[in-house]
Structure formats: C-alpha cells, structure tokens
C-alpha cells in the first residue's frame, strides 16, 4: 500500500504512483483532515480519466476493476504503468486561502472480490455508463435524443442538485428514490466540476448529465454537457475554468445556467463573462437557506435589468439539495430536498435534448408548492416566445387550498396589476404593444382591500413573453456581466 500525506493551499498537485501488471483491484481511500474541498482526478498511464471525486473530511473510498466502479469511478482495464492523481484546492484565488491537508492510501491486488463483479452492486442502483474509458477529450456518451415519454406537455424536473460524489449527503441510489418521490420528469445531477461517470436508471425520472463549474468567482451549471472537464494538468483559474465550462457545449447545445447569482458569498462576480453566452439564470435556490428569501428578490431585480437590456434569458429555479430528507438547514423547519423550487420546461416529448431546447426558449416556469395551472391565449403562447403588439389572455389558478396566493403581473419591470388566486381560474388581458416583456409571479400571502400585498414570498414565477418588435431585443444595450453591474450602479444613483 501507498501513502500520501500532505498539505495543499490553492493550487495544483500530483500524485504519481505505478500500477503493476495485471492486477484485478485498485483502491484509493482519501480524506482531508478538516471539512473542505479538494477535488480528485485520477488518469492512467495513457491519460485517460478513470475516477473524478470530491475529497471531504469523511472517508471516501474508490473501487476500480476491469468490469466495474464505484462512485465517481469508470470501469475498464488496469493497464501496468505510472498513473496520476491530480489534486486541486480551487478556493483561495480571490479570498483567503484554505490550506487542505489530505491523505490518500492506494492499494492494488491481484485478486478480485465477488462484491466487485457488478456496477450496480458498488452503487446500489442500476446505472447507465455516461464516460467512457475510451472516450477521447473527456466525450460524455449518453444519448439526449432518447426518449421517455411523446407527449408534448409540461415536464418537472430539478436543475441543481449534489449526491456523495461532491458534497451532497444522498448516496447515488437515494437520490434516484427521492427524485422518484418527488414525481420528477427529469433530474440533472450537478456536482462541483465533476461529471458522474455513471448515471442510474430509473424508470419514473430521466437523469441527465450536468456540472456546476465552481470558481471563486462563481458557480454556474452546464446542463447537457457533450464532455466532462479536463484537468489533466489544467489551468486552474476561475476565469480559464469558466472559459473551459461554457466550451463544454456547442452553439445551439445544452444550457448555460449561472446560480445563486447574488447568494454570497457564491455570488456570481466574474465580469467578462459575455452575456449571450447565458441561457438560464438561477433566481430561487434551495429556499429553506436563510438568505435565499433576500438573494432570490435581488436575483429577480437583476433579471429585470437583463430583459431591459435586450437579452431574454430566463428564470429557473434549483433545490441546491445536499441534504438527506430528514435533515434541515440551519434554522429551517422545511426540508431542503429534490424538487422544492421546481422547474417546469415546456417540450415536445421528454429526452435530454427536447428539455435543453425547451430550456434554451425559456419555455419555462418555477414554482414551490402553489399546483400552479396556466394557460396564455388559451395554449397558442408560451413563455419566452414573441407576442408582438398584441393583446394576450392569461389564465391562471392553483391547487393548493392550505395558502393564499396572488399573482403579481410585472411588464418591463413595473408592477401593473395583481391578482388573487385560487382553485377557480380567472382571466385577464394585457396589451403588448405598449410593453417589451412581461411576466408574472406568483406569490405567497393575501391581498389586503387595497389590492396589495401583505407579508408575500415568493412562490414562482411564470417568464416572459416578448414584444419582439422593441428594437433592444435585436441590439442588446450591454454585452457582458461587468456592464451589466455597472449599468445597474448607474441607475441605483
């Protein structure tokens, strides 16, 4: 057995060490000595990744045989040669440094144990191989274009979401039966910069591929990437991995989503990130954390500042759920779990690709709890699409009789009517042409006789329709996040 022990501030290390010939098993068992993050990336001697995990405090354990893996690894041969771990410590660019001390055991036996023969028995689940071992450039092979379900409808699903490969506490089975639970659709795993290498089956939730590129400058999610990233001797900035993340997909692929924008201290601050690059903003993330009610009303008013500016990217919500069910945050007495907020997405039929364009649209809507139920000129228009100068109908009701709701319709960032709401629909009519966009929030509280609103949080929100016809959707008045800040500073005086 071998024995590495260390200390790593921010920065890059390597671990080498030499796999004899034909050997069955090759176990490497890690822990940091205190609670932090210190990613791992184990390649082979013909640099190809076999394992990418996220070392914490608690003791993690990774199994690699020919024909199975344990979490985060990939199956395949254990060819004889000099391979690498690669440790990354990524906090500490742009705030004080976490030295992280670690120790890793690497083992390898000649031998096989019977417990080792399935995949499904190292992770307690059926799984689907999502990277390959002879994958070149880190390819992700799965197939968006498969299909669960032909009805063209609204399918729910979680964006955000951590399991035991990072940071989360729901083992890879867990996560399936609690997504199955929550009567999810469909569930993108984000991990911090890793990509499970194995995704499970379910037979109730399509499970997609996804990362939460994660920097000292912010996080954002790659939502159906077409390789996982490459940290085979990488640059390991904030700005080269945000770079890395956004090339992870094409033009016209996957989505491009930045979270908890003004959640600090994971608030997004990056400003050279170009705008058009972002389909999908984050503005509800796990809201049983004390400051999600405060971050998710700054994160609304900053999208009000996008739309303003010409860009239509749209709103979505994450669980950022790293907890067991029985758990709770802080100070919580809701559960932090799968699903809460959820994000509908309109689509044709429900495989990766149908939801990732759907998402790109912004043909979606958020919403907690309320049993939202809407329609806009009775089904012909969706959100995100382009009404022109014309006059719209909305429909609106929910299920849920335990609260009281009101919708709360906003056009080019000002409020221009309210709503209560209940189990009977009701209707109302805005014309476009005197707006640029207009969208609706659903709110949680009553309406006081004034027709305002009492004590209300936010429940969802339904994204905006367009009046393509306004000249600042065709040339936007910003181009990058570092504008778009100081455009905001210049109107708050």
């Known amino acids: 057995m071998l024995n590495f022990n260390g200390e790593l501030t921010f920065g890059h290390r390597v671990l080498n060490f030499n796999v004899r010939a034909n050997i069955k098993t090759l176990t490497i068992t890690a822990t940091t000595i205190k609670k932090g993050f210190l990613y791992a990336y184990l390649y082979d001697c013909e640099q190809q990744l076999r394992a990418n995990l996220l070392f914490e405090k608690e003791s993690k354990k990774l199994i690699l045989t020919e024909q199975s893996a344990s979490l985060g690894g990939i199956p395949g041969p254990l060819p004889a040669g000099d391979w690498q771990l690669h440790l990354y410590n990524l906090e ?25 023969c399935s995949n499904e028995k190292l992770l307690a689940t059926k799984t689907q191989p999502c990277i390959n071992v002879n994958s070149i450039n880190h390819h992700i092979d799965f197939d968006y274009d498969y299909c669960v379900n032909k009805e063209p409808r609204w399918y729910r699903g979680d964006l955000h979401a951590h399991t035991q490969l990072s940071d989360g506490h729901n083992s890879l089975a867990s996560a399936v039966n609690i997504a199955e639970q929550q009567s999810l659709d469909f569930f993108f795993i984000t991990e911090h910069n890793i990509c499970h290498p194995a995704l499970p089956i379910s037979e109730r939730t399509l499970i997609l ?12 999610n790659v939502h159906g990437p077409r390789q996982s990233l490459n940290m085979l001797e990488a640059d390991y900035s904030s700005a080269a991995l945000i770079e890395q993340g956004i090339n992870l997909v094409a033009i016209d692929e996957g989505n491009i989503s930045i ?35 405060k971050a ?37 007495i809701e559960a932090s779990i799968y699903g809460d907020p959820s994000t ?9 690709n149908a939801i990732l364009s759907g998402l790109r649209q912004g043909h979606v809507y958020i919403e907690r709890q309320c049993g939202l139920v809407f329609n806009i000129n009775d089904g012909a228009l969706l959100p995100g699409q382009d009404a022109e100068n014309n006059v719209v109908e909305y429909a609106l009701s929910v299920n849920d009789s ?11 960032g000002e409020i221009i009517a309210r709503y209560q709401l209940s189990a009977e629909t009701i209707l109302f009519n805005v014309d476009m042409k005197n707006h ?6 659903i709110r949680r509280g009553q309406l006081n006789v004034n027709n305002e609103k009492n004590n209300a949080e936010f429940e969802g929100l339904i994204n905006p329709i367009y009046n393509g016809q306004n000249a ?13 800040t100081e455009m905001i500073k210049e109107n708050e005086e």
């Open 92 to 116: 500490g660019e742009n705030r004080s440094p976490k030295a992280m001390r670690y120790s890793v055991d690497i083992e390898d036996s000649d031998i096989i144990d019977s417990q080792h």
């Open 209 to 220: 591929p996804a990362i939460e590129v994660t920097t000292d400058q912010g996080h954002f």
């Open 259 to 293: 979270n908890h924008p003004m959640m600090k201290p994971w608030h997004w601050q990056y400003p050279d990130i170009p705008l058009n690059k972002i389909n999908t903003l984050e503005v509800c993330c796990d809201p049983t954390w004390s400051s999600s009610p």
């Open 296 to 332: 998710t009303e700054e994160a609304l008013a900053l999208l009000t500042h996008l739309w303003n500016a010409g860009y239509r990217i749209a709103a979505v919500g994450g669980s950022d759920s790293h907890l067991a069910p029985h758990e709770r945050n802080p100070n919580a």
């Open 344 to 352: 509908f997405v309109y689509a044709d039929w429900l495989s990766g």
């Open 402 to 412: 335990q609260s009281h709701y009101f919708a709360e319709c906003i056009a080019d």
């Open 436 to 441: 640029g966009w207009l969208r609706v929030d």
């Open 472 to 484: 600042t959707f065709s040339h936007p008045l910003i181009g990058t996040w570092g504008e778009l």
